[in-house]
T-cell receptor
Framework: GQNIDQPTEMTATEGAIVQINCTYQ??????LFWYQQHAGEAPTFLSY????GLEEKGRFSSFLSRSKGYSYLLLKELQMKDSASYLC???????????FGTGTRLQVFP | DAGITQSPRHKVTETGTPVTLRCHQT?????MYWYRQDPGHGLRLIHY???????DKGEVSDGYSVSRSKTEDFLLTLESATSSQTSVYFC??????????FGNGTRLTVT
Protein backbone atom coordinates (compact mmCIF):
# COMPACT_ATOMS: atom_id res chain seq x y z
CA GLY A 1 0.00 0.00 0.00
CA GLN A 2 0.90 3.65 0.17
CA ASN A 3 0.58 4.20 3.91
CA ILE A 4 1.33 7.71 5.05
CA ASP A 5 1.59 8.04 8.80
CA GLN A 6 1.42 11.12 11.02
CA PRO A 7 0.55 11.63 14.68
CA THR A 8 -3.13 12.25 15.26
CA GLU A 9 -2.84 15.13 17.70
CA MET A 10 -0.20 17.44 19.16
CA THR A 11 -0.28 20.32 21.59
CA ALA A 12 2.16 23.18 22.05
CA THR A 13 2.51 26.55 23.73
CA GLU A 14 2.39 29.94 22.05
CA GLY A 15 5.89 31.08 21.10
CA ALA A 16 7.32 27.56 21.14
CA ILE A 17 8.59 25.32 18.31
CA VAL A 18 6.77 22.17 17.20
CA GLN A 19 7.81 19.42 14.80
CA ILE A 20 5.17 17.33 13.00
CA ASN A 21 6.50 14.10 11.52
CA CYS A 22 5.31 12.16 8.48
CA THR A 23 6.52 8.76 7.27
CA TYR A 24 5.64 7.14 3.97
CA GLN A 25 6.38 4.19 1.75
CA UNK A 26 9.55 5.01 -0.21
CA UNK A 27 8.87 2.93 -3.33
CA UNK A 28 8.00 5.20 -6.25
CA UNK A 29 8.20 8.41 -4.24
CA UNK A 30 7.92 11.55 -6.36
CA UNK A 31 7.32 14.47 -4.04
CA LEU A 32 5.86 15.39 -0.67
CA PHE A 33 3.47 18.21 0.19
CA TRP A 34 2.35 19.82 3.43
CA TYR A 35 -1.04 21.49 3.75
CA GLN A 36 -2.68 23.44 6.56
CA GLN A 37 -6.39 23.12 7.24
CA HIS A 38 -8.29 25.23 9.74
CA ALA A 39 -11.51 23.75 11.10
CA GLY A 40 -14.35 24.04 8.62
CA GLU A 41 -12.11 25.36 5.86
CA ALA A 42 -10.33 24.03 2.79
CA PRO A 43 -6.72 22.82 2.96
CA THR A 44 -4.14 25.39 1.86
CA PHE A 45 -0.71 24.62 0.46
CA LEU A 46 2.30 25.18 2.73
CA SER A 47 5.36 23.50 1.23
CA TYR A 48 6.76 21.02 -1.26
CA UNK A 49 9.84 18.77 -1.02
CA UNK A 50 11.15 16.47 -3.71
CA UNK A 51 14.88 16.50 -2.89
CA UNK A 52 16.53 15.78 0.45
CA GLY A 53 16.99 18.69 2.78
CA LEU A 54 15.26 21.61 4.36
CA GLU A 55 12.91 24.09 2.68
CA GLU A 56 12.30 27.25 4.69
CA LYS A 57 9.39 29.66 4.35
CA GLY A 58 9.26 32.19 7.12
CA ARG A 59 8.19 30.54 10.36
CA PHE A 60 7.55 27.22 8.61
CA SER A 61 10.18 24.77 7.38
CA SER A 62 9.83 21.33 5.85
CA PHE A 63 12.48 18.62 5.78
CA LEU A 64 12.74 15.50 3.63
CA SER A 65 14.85 12.33 3.78
CA ARG A 66 13.99 10.16 0.80
CA SER A 67 16.09 7.20 1.92
CA LYS A 68 14.26 7.06 5.25
CA GLY A 69 10.79 7.83 3.89
CA TYR A 70 10.54 10.65 6.39
CA SER A 71 9.52 14.27 6.43
CA TYR A 72 8.78 16.83 9.10
CA LEU A 73 7.12 20.20 9.24
CA LEU A 74 8.70 22.61 11.71
CA LEU A 75 6.68 25.52 13.02
CA LYS A 76 8.57 28.22 14.93
CA GLU A 77 7.34 31.06 17.13
CA LEU A 78 3.95 29.45 17.36
CA GLN A 79 0.90 31.67 17.28
CA MET A 80 -2.66 30.91 18.29
CA LYS A 81 -3.69 31.07 14.64
CA ASP A 82 -1.43 28.07 13.93
CA SER A 83 -4.00 25.86 15.66
CA ALA A 84 -5.11 23.74 12.71
CA SER A 85 -4.70 20.35 11.11
CA TYR A 86 -1.52 19.72 9.14
CA LEU A 87 -1.76 17.28 6.27
CA CYS A 88 1.12 15.37 4.72
CA UNK A 89 0.57 14.20 1.13
CA UNK A 90 2.74 12.15 -1.22
CA UNK A 91 2.83 11.82 -4.98
CA UNK A 92 4.13 8.62 -6.50
CA UNK A 93 5.86 8.06 -9.82
CA UNK A 94 3.64 7.32 -12.78
CA UNK A 95 0.50 8.78 -11.29
CA UNK A 96 -1.22 12.16 -11.08
CA UNK A 97 -2.68 11.19 -7.71
CA UNK A 98 -1.83 12.85 -4.40
CA UNK A 99 -2.34 10.57 -1.41
CA PHE A 100 -2.92 12.17 1.99
CA GLY A 101 -2.16 11.04 5.50
CA THR A 102 -4.91 11.37 8.09
CA GLY A 103 -3.55 14.69 9.31
CA THR A 104 -2.19 16.01 12.61
CA ARG A 105 -4.40 18.26 14.68
CA LEU A 106 -2.26 20.88 16.41
CA GLN A 107 -3.61 22.88 19.33
CA VAL A 108 -1.65 25.93 20.45
CA PHE A 109 -2.28 27.12 24.01
CA PRO A 110 -1.47 30.53 25.51
CA ASP B 1 -9.56 30.40 -3.86
CA ALA B 2 -7.53 29.90 -7.05
CA GLY B 3 -10.68 30.33 -9.19
CA ILE B 4 -12.44 27.19 -8.03
CA THR B 5 -16.09 26.99 -7.01
CA GLN B 6 -18.03 24.06 -5.61
CA SER B 7 -21.81 23.82 -5.66
CA PRO B 8 -23.87 23.29 -3.69
CA ARG B 9 -22.06 24.16 -0.45
CA HIS B 10 -24.51 22.13 1.62
CA LYS B 11 -26.96 19.41 0.69
CA VAL B 12 -29.23 17.06 2.58
CA THR B 13 -30.65 14.15 0.65
CA GLU B 14 -32.37 10.86 1.29
CA THR B 15 -30.92 7.38 0.92
CA GLY B 16 -31.37 6.04 -2.59
CA THR B 17 -31.58 9.38 -4.37
CA PRO B 18 -29.07 10.49 -7.01
CA VAL B 19 -26.88 13.46 -6.20
CA THR B 20 -24.53 15.49 -8.39
CA LEU B 21 -21.88 17.82 -7.05
CA ARG B 22 -20.29 20.37 -9.32
CA CYS B 23 -16.77 21.75 -9.42
CA HIS B 24 -16.09 24.74 -11.64
CA GLN B 25 -12.71 26.33 -12.31
CA THR B 26 -11.67 29.47 -14.14
CA UNK B 27 -7.94 28.68 -14.21
CA UNK B 28 -7.92 26.43 -17.29
CA UNK B 29 -5.96 23.81 -15.32
CA UNK B 30 -5.64 20.35 -16.77
CA UNK B 31 -5.98 18.32 -13.56
CA MET B 32 -9.07 18.12 -11.37
CA TYR B 33 -9.74 15.91 -8.34
CA TRP B 34 -12.55 14.89 -6.04
CA TYR B 35 -11.74 13.98 -2.43
CA ARG B 36 -13.91 13.14 0.54
CA GLN B 37 -12.89 13.96 4.09
CA ASP B 38 -14.07 12.03 7.11
CA PRO B 39 -12.90 12.01 10.74
CA GLY B 40 -10.19 9.43 11.25
CA HIS B 41 -9.63 8.95 7.53
CA GLY B 42 -8.37 12.27 6.30
CA LEU B 43 -8.69 13.19 2.65
CA ARG B 44 -9.34 10.21 0.38
CA LEU B 45 -9.26 10.43 -3.40
CA ILE B 46 -12.48 9.41 -5.16
CA HIS B 47 -11.78 10.16 -8.82
CA TYR B 48 -9.56 12.49 -10.76
CA UNK B 49 -9.27 13.87 -14.27
CA UNK B 50 -6.24 14.68 -16.38
CA UNK B 51 -8.14 16.24 -19.24
CA UNK B 52 -11.51 16.48 -20.96
CA UNK B 53 -13.13 13.04 -20.98
CA UNK B 54 -10.01 11.58 -19.29
CA UNK B 55 -10.74 10.33 -15.80
CA ASP B 56 -9.43 7.65 -13.47
CA LYS B 57 -10.38 6.04 -10.18
CA GLY B 58 -8.95 6.91 -6.81
CA GLU B 59 -8.86 5.03 -3.51
CA VAL B 60 -12.60 5.09 -2.76
CA SER B 61 -14.39 5.20 -6.10
CA ASP B 62 -17.13 2.63 -5.45
CA GLY B 63 -20.58 4.25 -5.59
CA TYR B 64 -19.31 7.33 -7.40
CA SER B 65 -19.00 8.36 -11.03
CA VAL B 66 -17.54 11.47 -12.64
CA SER B 67 -17.72 13.34 -15.89
CA ARG B 68 -15.61 16.04 -17.46
CA SER B 69 -17.07 17.26 -20.73
CA LYS B 70 -15.41 20.69 -20.49
CA THR B 71 -12.07 21.80 -19.05
CA GLU B 72 -13.76 23.99 -16.47
CA ASP B 73 -16.31 21.54 -15.02
CA PHE B 74 -15.83 18.28 -13.14
CA LEU B 75 -19.01 16.61 -11.90
CA LEU B 76 -19.23 14.00 -9.16
CA THR B 77 -22.36 11.83 -9.12
CA LEU B 78 -23.63 9.53 -6.42
CA GLU B 79 -25.98 7.27 -8.38
CA SER B 80 -27.89 6.12 -5.31
CA ALA B 81 -26.79 7.88 -2.14
CA THR B 82 -26.10 5.88 1.01
CA SER B 83 -25.56 7.03 4.59
CA SER B 84 -21.90 6.03 4.33
CA GLN B 85 -21.49 8.76 1.72
CA THR B 86 -22.28 11.45 4.27
CA SER B 87 -19.08 13.46 4.18
CA VAL B 88 -17.39 16.70 3.21
CA TYR B 89 -16.41 16.65 -0.45
CA PHE B 90 -13.52 18.73 -1.73
CA CYS B 91 -12.67 19.45 -5.31
CA UNK B 92 -9.10 20.40 -6.17
CA UNK B 93 -7.33 21.65 -9.26
CA UNK B 94 -3.72 21.91 -10.28
CA UNK B 95 -1.56 22.99 -13.15
CA UNK B 96 1.32 20.82 -14.36
CA UNK B 97 4.04 20.46 -11.68
CA UNK B 98 2.08 22.61 -9.25
CA UNK B 99 0.42 21.89 -5.90
CA UNK B 100 -3.28 21.20 -5.49
CA UNK B 101 -5.61 24.10 -4.79
CA PHE B 102 -8.85 23.20 -3.07
CA GLY B 103 -12.37 24.49 -3.32
CA ASN B 104 -14.34 25.37 -0.19
CA GLY B 105 -16.02 21.99 0.04
CA THR B 106 -19.53 20.58 -0.09
CA ARG B 107 -21.07 19.18 3.08
CA LEU B 108 -23.36 16.30 2.09
CA THR B 109 -25.71 14.61 4.52
CA VAL B 110 -27.55 11.44 3.48
CA THR B 111 -30.46 10.64 5.79
Amino acid sequence: GQNIDQPTEMTATEGAIVQINCTYQTSGFNGLFWYQQHAGEAPTFLSYNVLDGLEEKGRFSSFLSRSKGYSYLLLKELQMKDSASYLCAVRFVGTDKLIFGTGTRLQVFP
Amino acid sequence: DAGITQSPRHKVTETGTPVTLRCHQTENHRYMYWYRQDPGHGLRLIHYSYGVKDTDKGEVSDGYSVSRSKTEDFLLTLESATSSQTSVYFCAIRAHNSPLHFGNGTRLTVT
